[in-house]
């Protein structure tokens, strides 16, 4: 059996991947995919303490992670499409309008 | 007692109702609402005279709350209530009547001359009695300072009541805030014997002259004077309250608005001056001379004042032209005497001028009235002359008022004002420093005999000076008969208190004397006596009846000296103006003491500055400061509101450098890295 540290880094790993994108990113579209990623981060913690403590609870728990973040997904797909409506870009640098 | 009691509150109601009747449907009636002041006056004059009859035949005095204001206990309830005795209930008959005869002249000063506006001056007229008779029922002090203020309102209302000239509406003004100054004190007195007694009442077992006395006594516990000596705490609280008195009854140095006064229409004078708003002062003391017994200083004070505003005022009135401008001054100078005679104990004394003077003043000013009506509404007495053929009526009464003003026996005046220097001369043999204030209303009769008749003199002897005087307007029986009326009354009703001759004969008729003996036992004038005699050392002195006669004969002769110095002076066919001969003292007089003068200049010159000193502190230190704040946080508000861009991104990386930042920190605090 693999140790759970491993699953750990590779959490680590993949949150930071998703964390990245979000930073150095403009496009709205990869934001989202980002956001999945680092979801999908948690997941795999989630998973990885389940296993290690041999309950299901944490995979089930994930299995409801999962489905917030189809919501999740949906909900800012629409958002993306207003602001293409509004801005005709997917840059979310230009859509700074509710500021001050 | 079932009856006149009951009614007590109609005889204020009556002329309230009035005032509301003039004031909305007036200009729809028949004579613009005098009818209805005329009215309810009368109505007022005829209850009156019912309640002094049921206190003359009870002799018991009436307290009644009729409306509680606040009525928690404790600190204090503040009500309205009606106190009659048998000093309110003269001074309501006294009240009522002049009103009501000052409606009925008013129909032909004001209706018949054409004045416009009458329904407001009547409405005016009617509010000022309701204030005035509401005041002298009120039972306890708060009541009597909110219709005190009342009054003054009143008087501005009528002082400006032709308030499209230049002088009145600033008459009025001056009025207000001169007699605003005074009530200032009185307003911090009111508080202060709340907040000492935590009742104001005047009358019964609990009001806050009988607890002051138990307090000096030493037996009334819970009575808080703030750290004082009783005896000083109580000086101060009724110095405070006759610092009202002093601005209402125009008593040096709050003096200066009452001869201004003169430019509101005539019978509001005489209204103001012989029974409402000049007579609220004197009769406040008098309300509460059971606090003022226990105060020497208080007392002494009073008397001082008095004594030299008797005195001060009349030399002024001495060298007036307007006929007006003599009778203004007379007021106050006859009021310095009321203050005395209360200021050395003579608490009969001070109410018996007090009545008479409003006889006979009311008599004078409505006399003055119909010259000025007569000379086409010209005051100048050097423009008359010769009225005396011409407007029979007129003379006749006004000949009598003026007796009464100068004290010849037997008309009003002398018996009041010899009982009121009689009472001085006591007090002085008793502690000579009283003295001083005798001599002083003593040299106040001789001016006062010597401006009456020159007023007469000028007005009604010699040669018509003008073509006016010589063919007066004529006027009708409703300016004649008020001053019949007070013409008999200011004859007569000096026989009430006659002391010289009770003395003299032994017989008790000294009626007014004998009315204050009854009544509730704090409020009797025995019951002042004994106060007066522990508390303020006020011992009595043996009256011999050389000495009664002897005052009277003094002032009687003086009096006389001072008209026979007019009679010479002036009653001559064409008088010449005899002022030049005093040389600078002339100017002093006509510039009234330069009283007006530094009162402005402590206005303009003193107060003014404090007020804009203070100005520039509120507006810089204290605006400043507030401003300051907000400025500030203006500031970094607009430079904290940079952080946010609207770059999603950037809001991100915050987060994650946030969260960094704790992970460094919990861990450097937890330990990880060692």
Known sequence: MVPSQYYLVLSAAVFCIGLFGILTRRNALVFLMSVELMLNA??????????????????????????????????????ILVLYRNFNDVDVTTATTMRW | MVGAFEFAPAI???????????????????????????????????????????????????????????????????????????????????????????????????????????PRYYAGLSLFSFSMLAFVMASNLFMAFMFFELVGLCSYLLIGFWFRADAPPSAAKKAFLVTRFGDYFFLIGVVGVLGTFGTAAFAGDGSFPVLAEQALAGEAAGINTFGFDPQTWFTILGLLVLGGVMGKSAQFPLHTWLPDAMEGPTPVSALIHAATMVAAGVYLVARMYGFYALSPTALAI?????????????????????????????????????MLALGVGGYVAGVFHLTTHAMFKALLFLGAGAVIVAMHHNEDMWKMGGLKERLPVTYY?????????????????????????FEALLRGMDNPIFLVAYAMGLIGVFFTGLYTFRMVFLTFHGEPRTTIAEDPHHFGWNMKFPMVVLGVLATVVGL??????????????????????????????EHYGALLEQWAGYGAVDASTALVLGSGAVSLLLALAGAGAAHVLYNVPDPDEHTDKLGSIKTVLFNNYYQDEYQVWLAEGLTANVARGADTFDQGIIDGAV?????????????????????????????????????????ILGGWFV
């Open chain 2, 397 to 421: 009464t006004f000949l009598a008022g003026s007796l009464a003003l100068a004290g010849i026996i037997p008309f009003a005046g002398f018996w009041s004002k010899d009982e009121v220097l």
């Open chain 2, 496 to 525: 009430i208190n006659m002391t010289p001759v009770a003395e003299l004969t032994g017989a008790h008729i000294e009626f007014l004397h004998i009315w204050f003996e009854h009544g509730g036992e704090t409020l009797t004038v």
């Open chain 2, 627 to 667: 401003n300051g704040v907000s400025s500030v946080s203006l500031f970094l508000g607009d430079r904290a509101r940079r952080l946010q861009t609207g770059v999603v991104t950037n809001y991100a990386a915050l987060l994650t450098l946030g969260l960094v930042v704790l992970l460094v920190a919990v861990g």
């Open chain 1, 42 to 79: 948690a997941n795999i913690n989630l998973v990885a303490f389940s296993v290690q403590n041999g309950n299901l609870t944490g995979q089930v728990f994930s299995l409801f992670t999962i489905a917030t973040a189809a919501a999740e997904v949906a909900v800012g797909i629409g958002i």
């Open chain 2, 302 to 338: 009073i008397a001082f004042v008095g004594g030299f505003t008797a005195l001060f005022a009349a030399t002024m009135g001495v060298v007036k032209r307007e006929i007006k401008q003599v009778l203004a001054y007379s007021t106050i100078s006859q009021y310095g005497y009321m």
């Open chain 2, 12 to 118: 204020a109601a009556l002329p309230f109702v009035s005032f509301l009747v003039a004031l909305f449907v007036g200009r729809f009636m028949p004579k613009k609402g005098a009818l209805a002041g005329i009215t309810a006056t009368g109505g007022s004059l005829l209850l009156s005279l019912w309640v002094y009859l049921a206190v003359l035949t009870s002799g018991d005095p009436h307290v009644e709350i009729v409306h509680t204001l606040i009525g928690v206990t404790d600190p204090f309830s503040l009500e309205l209530g009606i106190l009659i005795d048998q000093l309110s209930a003269l001074m309501l008959l006294i009240v009522s009547l002049i009103s009501f005869l000052v409606f009925v002249f008013s129909l032909g000063y004001m209706n018949d001359e054409g004045e416009t506006g009458l």
